[in-house]
């Protein structure tokens, strides 16, 4: 079973997926994928330096992150130079996306009957999930979005990863919004309940989608 997992930045995506691993799905991180495949040497570095110019490769040989950012999400960023990245980068993650899924499958049929009747359940963890929908290369058997008002979410950034209000509402803004998540999710996770509350509404989702008649 293949699930979809997103939510706005500090709602809590991030604790529902490593609930989900505790419980014995197979968790994708497209965050960790990202960078992965961007990493000194990597064919995605190669292609950004070609794209965008020898400035966005810091002196350490890695990406640029900060002049990559500016240069692509910032108030002065070129016309399509977010897609230009996009391009790039998105392929190849799915690519990665894939094999890992693969992996997987085939790593649950190699353990054959001792599976019984278990389910295996790939969660794919996909902060921008409502701005890829339509082109990203997966079908989901169900799709999660984790949710809080944004007023918790800034608070949640400003208290936790220590960004200024400035820089939290930035990062809100560039993500789609909470009704755009919701409409694509068949599943709301609301997190400004209890982590108990909200481990329950996990454990039961996940014994729902194991589960078999």
Same mark, same amino acid.
């Given at each position: 079973?293949? @699930?979809?997992? +997103?939510?706005?930045?500090?709602?809590?995506?991030?604790?529902?997926?490593?609930?989900?691993?505790?419980?014995?799905?197979?968790?994708?991180?497209?965050?960790?994928?990202?960078?992965?495949?961007?990493? &000194?040497? =990597?064919?995605?570095?190669?292609?950004?330096?070609?794209?965008?110019? &020898?400035?966005?490769?810091? !002196? /350490?040989?890695? $990406?640029?992150?900060?002049?990559?950012?500016?240069?692509?999400?910032?108030? *002065?960023? &070129?016309?399509?130079?977010?897609?230009?990245? /996009?391009? @790039?980068?998105?392929?190849?993650?799915?690519?990665?996306?894939? !094999? $890992? #899924?693969?992996?997987?499958?085939?790593?649950? /049929?190699?353990?054959?009957?001792? *599976?019984?009747?278990? %389910? $295996?359940?790939?969660?794919?963890?996909?902060?921008?999930?409502? #701005?890829?929908?339509?082109?990203? &290369?997966?079908?989901?058997?169900? @799709?999660? %979005?984790? #949710?809080?008002?944004?007023?918790?979410?800034?608070? !949640?950034?400003?208290?936790?990863?220590?960004? =200024?209000?400035?820089?939290?509402?930035? !990062?809100?803004?560039?993500? =789609?919004?909470?009704?755009?998540?919701?409409?694509?999710? /068949?599943?709301?996770?609301?997190? +400004?309940?209890?982590?108990?509350?909200?481990?329950?509404?996990?454990?039961?989702?996940?014994?729902?989608? +194991?589960?078999?008649?």
């Amino acid at each position: 079973m293949r @699930i979809g997992l +997103t939510g706005g930045i500090a709602a809590g995506k991030s604790t529902a997926s490593r609930r989900l691993a505790e419980l014995g799905a197979t968790v994708i991180d497209y965050d960790l994928l990202a960078r992965h495949v961007v990493a &000194p040497g =990597s064919v995605g570095l190669g292609r950004i330096a070609d794209e965008f110019g &020898p400035a966005a490769i810091g !002196r /350490d040989g890695g $990406l640029d992150r900060a002049w990559m950012a500016d240069h692509a999400f910032g108030p *002065n960023a &070129p016309d399509g130079a977010r897609e230009r990245l /996009d391009a @790039i980068e998105h392929p190849l993650i799915y690519d990665e996306a894939a !094999r $890992l #899924e693969h992996d997987a499958i085939a790593a649950f /049929d190699h353990a054959g009957a001792g *599976n019984g009747d278990r %389910t $295996l359940v790939i969660v794919h963890d996909v902060p921008l999930l409502a #701005e890829v929908i339509g082109t990203i &290369p997966f079908r989901f058997d169900h @799709i999660v %979005t984790v #949710e809080a008002p944004i007023d918790v979410r800034i608070a !949640r950034m400003m208290g936790e990863r220590g960004m =200024s209000r400035e820089q939290a509402e930035g !990062r809100v803004r560039h993500q =789609s919004d909470e009704a755009t998540r919701r409409g694509i999710a /068949d599943v709301v996770i609301d997190s +400004t309940q209890s982590i108990e509350q909200m481990f329950d509404a996990v454990d039961r989702l996940y014994a729902d989608w +194991t589960s078999r008649e």
